[in-house]
């Protein structure tokens, strides 16, 4: 390596200052996929992260009346964020309907199709003779929300997991962690730490190890929290001690958002935006996208279609349902028919019983015809 010489120098460490200066001019972009069960607390969790209302709550009269319609619908929020001179542009992919209904079979399809779309909207962009601005809406982050039951990971959970872990960066959490106790809440996470490493689900790691001692062991203690526990609250409350913090009013006494011996929520947030966003982006594009990038590649020519296959399972219920309503409509004409059939019969057997008996009284009337005329006299024949 050759040295410059000493003194003003000629301006290479520079470089990082113009790399800054550009990229506080661009920004960046930054979307997070939310995927869990209703009731979990997604909205106000993101609300929370931000410190500003980036999603409107939905209404606990208004959640549930679309039920019928057994589909998990993909909401996209957008929202432009602004710190110290530095914008991001953020967006926050919504899952309602996700593991809300009794059949949950492939309610995980609408998830992965949103995902890999943005993976091939990207690429197709990216094969363009033109490339002065892409739209880049590929998922950096996914925050799976686990429902708090204290038991284990549930099927679905497994299964979608296993699907996401796959394809972005994926994040457990544990919602609405005021409703366990620490005891409970340790032994969650551990039995969910033990299923994740059964099923080889692959979640979100960066290295630990940095030039900075300090942090290494913050990195340490973030990675140490994995599946995060969560408490969402925009509301403010007194502590006994006279604070105002961010937190839930219980008759025992405050939940706070932010303290570390209350719940994780500090650092998911270091995690998410303060520590690892860049780590998460650069992720996302160098392994997430270039993976399905390669895989595209290897069966595809270039610039041709994605080949994509209706895999919506509403429409597959509705094809079940209209089959099912097809088979109990040919079934009932079959009866129907049957039924004519037996009618027919049975009219064409007392049809030829009544033909029948009038030959039989025609027969009858012939014989007792013949019998009168051999009783006659010749003369009276004449």
């Given at each position: 390596m050759v040295s410059t010489q000493a003194?003003?120098?000629?301006?290479?460490?520079?470089?990082?200052?113009?790399?800054?200066?550009?990229?506080s001019k661009k920004g960046s972009n930054y979307t997070i996929l939310l995927c869990g069960e209703s009731g979990l607390g997604k909205t106000t969790f993101i609300n929370t992260l931000f410190t500003t209302t980036i999603k409107t709550p939905k209404t606990y009269k208004r959640r549930f009346n679309n039920t019928a319609e057994k589909t998990v619908e993909i909401e996209i929020i957008r929202a432009e964020l602004e710190e110290k001179q530095f914008g991001v542009k953020l967006s926050v992919v919504d899952t309602p309907g996700f593991g809300d209904y009794t059949n949950n079979r492939d309610s995980?399809?609408?998830?992965?199709?949103?995902?890999?779309?943005?993976?091939?909207?990207?690429?197709?962009q990216d094969q363009q003779p033109e490339r002065l601005e892409l739209s880049d809406m590929r998922v950096h982050c996914c925050l799976y929300f686990i429902r708090p039951t204290g038991h284990t990971l549930k099927p679905l959970d497994?299964?979608?997991?296993?699907?996401?872990?796959?394809?972005?960066?994926?994040?457990?959490?544990?919602?609405?962690?005021?409703?366990?106790?620490p005891t409970d809440?340790?032994?969650f996470k551990k039995r969910i730490l033990e299923v994740i490493a059964a099923q080889n689900i692959q979640c979100y790691t960066f290295p630990l190890e940095s030039d900075d001692e300090a942090s290494t062991k913050r990195n340490m203690n973030?990675?140490?929290?994995?599946?995060?526990?969560?408490?969402?609250?925009?509301?403010?409350?007194?502590?006994?001690?006279?604070?105002?913090?961010k937190g839930r009013q219980y008759s025992w006494g405050v939940a706070e958002v932010e303290n570390e011996d209350h719940c994780d929520f500090k650092k998911l947030r270091q995690?998410?935006?303060?520590?690892?966003?860049?780590?998460?982006?650069?992720?996302t594009e160098e392994t997430h996208y270039e993976t399905y990038r390669r895989a595209q590649m290897e069966t595809r020519k270039i610039g041709e279609a994605k080949v994509k296959t209706v895999t919506n399972p509403k429409w597959k219920e509705e094809e079940e349902a209209l089959r099912k309503r097809f088979t109990e409509q040919v079934r009932l004409e079959e009866n129907r028919f049957r039924s004519w059939e037996q009618q027919l019969i049975a009219e064409r057997d007392r049809l030829n019983k009544d033909l029948e008996a009038e030959h039989s009284h025609i027969k009858a009337?012939?014989?007792?015809?013949?019998?009168?005329?051999?009783?006659l006299s010749p003369k009276q024949r004449k």
């Open positions: 003194g003003a120098g000629i301006g290479i460490a520079n470089l990082p200052n113009q790399r800054h200066a550009i990229a995980w399809m609408p998830i992965i199709d949103f995902i890999d779309d943005q993976h091939e909207s990207y690429m197709r497994i299964e979608v997991m296993k699907r996401l872990g796959t394809r972005v960066n994926l994040i457990p959490v544990i919602a609405k962690a005021d409703t366990l106790t809440l340790h032994k973030i990675m140490a929290a994995m599946p995060f526990s969560v408490i969402g609250s925009t509301d403010d409350v007194q502590t006994v001690d006279g604070r105002t913090v995690l998410l935006i303060r520590t690892h966003m860049l780590d998460l982006i650069h992720s009337l012939e014989s007792e015809l013949e019998s009168m005329q051999v009783g």
